[in-house]
């Protein structure tokens, strides 16, 4: 059993955190797991038995569905950023 979620949250967090306007954030591995998991919390899960038998998604799924991730790390990587679990 998988949560597709996972799968796409983790893409785009590690696509996000390359913008120019997130060179200021950590990337270390505590950080990256904090926002994945933090943006994760925030998304309905996605689970499957087996990723390779979901069903189809139309375009407009799969964006409404990014623009979703994408605002849930984006509110994920400001709240990690105000306070990491390190110095």
């Not at 590690?14 to 994945?36: G, M, N, P, W």
């Not at 990723?51 to 375009?59: A, I, L, S, T």
């Amino acid at each position: 059993m998988e949560n597709l979620q996972e799968e796409r949250v983790v893409m785009l967090v590690r696509e996000i955190l390359q913008a120019e306007e997130y060179a200021h954030v950590c990337k270390c591995s505590h950080c990256f797991i904090d926002i994945t998991a933090i943006a994760l919390n925030s998304l309905p899960p996605e689970y499957v038995a087996d990723k390779f038998y979901k069903f189809p998604e139309g375009p407009d799924v799969v964006k409404v569905k990014q623009e979703a991730a994408t605002s849930a790390i984006r509110a994920a990587i400001a709240k990690v950023t105000a306070h990491p679990h390190h110095e």
